[in-house]
Every structure is written in C-alpha cells, then in structure tokens.
C-alpha cells in the first residue's frame, strides 16, 4: 500500500555498466515489482472478501478492522519488494510525485488489476455462497452518486497524504511498525466511511467485483473519486509542505538484480 523503502536494480558489471545490462536490469526490476503487485493485490481482494462468506454478515467494526489487517499483512510481505502499492491511488501519487517512473507505475497499475481479477475469482471459488455480490461497493441509497464521489475522494487524498508524508526524508526515523500504521489508516477510513461508499479508496479492489459479477451501479465514483483525491494530495503537499533538501541515495555492489532496501530515501 505504501513505498517507504526504495528498491534499486543494479547492471551487472563495473562501472556504469553496458546498455544491454542497464535493459536486463530495468526488466528485472519491472517483472520483480509487477509480481510483487500482482500477488498482493490478489491476496487483498481475496481476504476481504472472505469475510462475507460468513453467516451473519460482519458488521462495519469487523469488516473495517480485518481490511486494515489484511493491508498490514501484505504490506509486511512486500513492501521490500514494490513498496506493496496494492492501489492505483498511491501509484499515482508515486508517480507524480516522482517517487516512481511512469513505466513502473504503468505495470504496477496493470499488474493491480490482473491480481484483483484473480483475487475475485478465487473468493468465488472458496465460498459456496456468491461472495462477489456482496463485495460489491456502491453508496448507500441515502447519498447521491456525486457525494458518493466526493467522500470517495476525500478518502484517497487521506490515503495518499498517508503514503507522501512517510516517503517525506524527514520522517525517514519514524517508519517503525509501518505496516501497522498504514493498516490501522485503511481502518479509520474505513469506519468512517464504510456505511457510505463502502470506503473502496482503492478503484481496483471496486473493480474486481464488479467484473465478476457484472454489476457496474456507480463503478465510475470509484475510479474518478480515489484517484482526483491522489492527484489533489500531492499537488497540496508539494505546494505546502514539500522540503526541497533531498537526501542522497545509498548504492550497492553491482550484481546481477541487486536490490537495496532504503528506508525512506527520495
């Protein structure tokens, strides 16, 4: 859900290395993330779904506090790997914030949405109930499709301010327990939204169950609200609060695929 740490590819060789081992390495570094995106984003889709297989439903306490443990969990596993976007909404404030190139976050997007299919399909499988209507996020019958859009992008601009203060070098000492803290972030939204919009903030995750079920009632908020409110962050914080003093980044030996974890470099 978030990339605080940075993964670099190294080319092979000394020095700067031939182009032909500057190409390996960038399609090294694509396959790895788009991978590390794909599975999480399946795994995401597919755990907080399954909770709807249950007879009786989850009330909105459970459901908020088990997709925030669920981010906490895949963020634990692959934040090393992609920075565990799982999101378009935060691969967009990457991107246009410079954290990540366009062609990464392009496949970073790509790989979001073939893992969400994935993931739904795979909660149809494992539950005799059809899990996937329920999953379905639309707003509530009492608010507009136009506050709908509004409350969805109030969520995403929160998401990603989340994601941009901690990729801040002047929190680069205080990421400790960060799956947790981004985990209980996607639960505070989700609590205070949830009985509206169903608190999606992530266009993949409303994708998924609408694909599999063919129901798209109001699938355009989800997409439009998230991702205006990713865009709405990141011009607010460069203009307010961005810090111009970048820190250096740190290199590795040269290897083959090399990764080096940063913790919190820009």
């Known amino acids: 859900m978030v990339d605080h740490s940075e993964v670099d590819i190294l080319p092979v060789g000394g020095g700067h290395g031939s182009a032909r081992s500057k190409r390996a390495g960038e399609w090294c570094r694509v396959w790895s993330v788009s991978a590390a995106e794909l599975c999480g984003t399946s795994l995401l889709v597919l755990l907080s779904c399954l909770p709807a ?32 976007h799982l999101n378009p909404t935060v691969t967009v404030a990457a991107a246009l914030s410079g954290r990540t190139s366009l062609p990464v976050a392009a496949a970073m997007c790509a790989s979001q949405l073939a893992g969400s299919a994935l993931g739904a399909v795979a909660a149809r499988l494992l539950s005799s109930r059809d899990i996937i209507t329920v999953c379905i996020t639309t707003p509530a019958s009492h608010i507009s499709v136009y506050q709908a859009v509004v409350i969805e992008m109030l969520l995403g601009c929160c ?19 960060w799956p947790l803290r981004i985990g209980f972030t996607v639960s505070s939204l989700s609590l205070v939204a949830g009985d509206l919009t169903g608190a999606s903030m992530n266009p993949v995750r409303s994708f998924a169950p609408a694909l599999c079920s063919g129901n798209w009632t109001a699938h355009w908020v989800y997409w439009v609200g998230p991702l205006s409110g990713s865009c709405l962050a990141v011009a607010l914080y460069a203009a307010l609060w961005r810090d111009t003093a970048a820190a250096p980044r740190r290199t590795a030996p040269s290897s083959t695929c090399t990764y080096t974890h940063q913790q919190n470099k820009t």
């Open 159 to 177: 998401l990603a301010l989340a994601n941009l203060s901690s990729w801040d070098v002047r929190n680069q000492y205080l990421i400790d327990s």
């Open 53 to 84: 297989a249950a007879d009786p439903q989850p009330g909105l306490l459970q459901r908020s506090l088990s997709a925030g443990l669920v981010v906490a969990l895949i963020v634990q596993c692959f934040d090393h790997v992609s920075g565990a």
